[in-house]
């Protein structure tokens, strides 16, 4: 076998998987996860980029074409220089990372990015003025239209449905949802719009209410009963009631975001928003940033307060995407033994009732074939952490489900003079401020961005990047203190 056979393997592999428009990483890094020559890999993406299968962009990266049906053409930087700034500014805008009422980038940022002529990058911002992306407010441009930035100081409303009364205590009972929601809310309140509650079962009666003052809500939002989201057929059920009274009366339907773990299928007017992808975004960040760092082998510890078994469906998300990027990585599972969770076996019994064996195989078997077997295989309980810690091994990475678990970690590490993060790493999978001074490096969804995605989905004024099953746009935030390097 060639040096460069284990390399092109996962290259062919990462090619059939990965979505339109993801950058591969780095060829420094590459070269150093796969132990072959800079010269080596360059040669292999060029290959690739020969055959259509790769795009490299100097001072860029190299990326996946976007040659979907639905996607947008790849930017060429050498075709137009204003229809690339518009290209790559306006996907910024659909990714979030330019927000409505963001002042977009400085003229001489961009110039110096894309080594144009001021005036270039004027004719930019005009063609983006004249899509409603960009207004100019004296010298200085921002995103959105300019109804967007200075409404009318009459508020619209968007109404939020959860099953049942105390389904609402239950969405609030949830840390994940609770940020998401306040987030979308705060960015609704900005832009015009009020965010009122009520019960699915009122649905009829709200929309006789709504008819009669004439007076319909700007957009709606679906939670369910099971940690607030709503299944597949739920979100059909749901949808049919509000088409089914929204026709009866004549009127259009409003935008509708659901909160789900998965879907079907993609339905029309409805914005979905994933909980399930919301960590597989944090699994992929996390595998990504550990690949990047060059770590071969990590110990996963799973478990929060008296929940030996909280993190598994992570756990699971993180070995598929680590395994993708390095089919060698080795990856120790860690839980606290307890008086239910005596073997492995039962650990992953013990989980919540929506992690089975099917969802766990699925997550698993998302790139290639992983046997259920080898969460159990990989997996050791102890009474208590420390008793693992003494197993570690140099360059290992500790993931830690609980920032506190991360911070005990770390201390036991100082007293037993191991340097960190020279010899060892740690990572949280949680953020808690009171652990801040410690210096934790952590990987945590970002729920403002899932937040905002939310509200303008409802508001609609700017065009949103979508994934592939159609889900609203999330992503991550790996804060990176002391803990890494």
């Known amino acids: ?28 890094a590459l070269a150093a996860a796969w132990g072959v020559s800079h010269s080596t890999v360059r040669r292999l993406l060029r290959a690739c ?86 207004t100019q407010v004296g010298k200085y441009w921002w995103v959105g239209h300019p109804d967007e930035l200075a409404r009318d100081p009459a508020k619209k409303a968007v109404v939020l449905f959860a099953d049942r009364a105390y389904d609402l205590d239950r969405v609030f009972d949830t840390p994940e949802l609770s940020a998401l929601i306040t987030a979308g809310e705060t960015e609704l309140l900005r832009q015009g719009y009020t965010l009122h509650f009520d019960y699915a079962d009122n649905l009829e009666k709200q929309v ?11 957009g709606l939002i679906f939670s369910g009963p099971r940690v607030g989201v709503l299944d597949p057929p739920d979100i059909d059920e749901r949808h049919q009631r509000v088409a089914s009274a929204y026709r009866a009366r004549r009127r259009p339907l409003p935008p509708i975001v659901v909160l789900t773990n998965r879907a079907e299928r993609r ?6 928003f994933s909980m399930s992808h919301a960590g597989t975004v944090v699994a992929r960040t996390l595998a990504r940033f550990l690949f990047l760092k060059g770590c071969r082998h990590a110990t996963y510890f799973l ?19 680590i395994d993708r990027l390095n089919p060698a990585f080795r990856l120790r599972i860690v839980a606290r033994r307890t008086v239910v969770v005596r073997s492995p076996a039962r650990l992953f019994d013990s989980a919540p009732p929506t992690v089975t064996p099917s969802v766990l195989e699925r997550l698993l078997t998302k790139y290639r074939a992983i046997p259920l077997s080898t969460l159990e ?7 208590e952490f420390p008793a693992e810690y003494r197993n570690i091994r140099a360059g290992e990475a500790l993931v830690f489900v609980a920032m506190a678990d991360a911070a005990d970690a770390l201390q036991w590490c100082r007293t037993q003079a191991i340097d960190v993060p020279d010899q060892t790493q740690i990572v949280s999978l949680e953020h808690a401020a009171r652990f801040l001074p410690r210096g934790i490096t952590s990987c945590v969804p970002d729920w403002q961005t ?36």
């Open 303 to 321: 478990g929060s307060g008296k929940r030996p078994e909280y993190g598994v469906l992570e756990c699971a998300r993180f070995l598929a995407e």
């Open 49 to 134: 980029a020969a055959a259509g299968r790769l795009v490299r962009i100097r001072g860029k990266g190299t990326f996946i074409p976007r040659t979907g049906p639905t996607s947008p053409p790849p930017v060429s930087y050498r075709a137009s220089s204003v229809q690339s700034i518009v290209d790559w500014l306006t996907e910024a805008i659909s990714a979030a990372d330019l927000k409505v009422g963001d002042p977009l980038p400085a003229n001489k940022i961009m110039c110096a990015r894309f080594h144009v002529r001021s005036a270039t990058v004027r004719q930019a911002y005009a063609r983006l003025r004249q899509q409603d992306l960009a």
């Open 1 to 28: 076998m060639r040096a460069t056979d284990p390399l092109q393997a996962w290259l062919d592999d990462w090619l059939r998987n990965a979505e339109p428009g993801a950058r591969l990483p780095s060829d420094q």
């Open 208 to 218: 006789r209410a709504w008819s009669r003052r004439k007076s319909w809500p700007h």
């Open 450 to 485: 899932g937040g905002y995605a939310l509200a303008h989905a409802i508001i609609g004024d700017i065009p949103l990047k979508k994934t592939r099953q159609g889900y609203l746009p999330f992503r991550a935030r790996l804060l990176e203190r002391l803990t890494t390097r």
């Open 267 to 272: 339905i029309g007017g409805v914005h979905l």
């Open 377 to 383: 295989r990989n997996t050791a309980l102890v009474s």
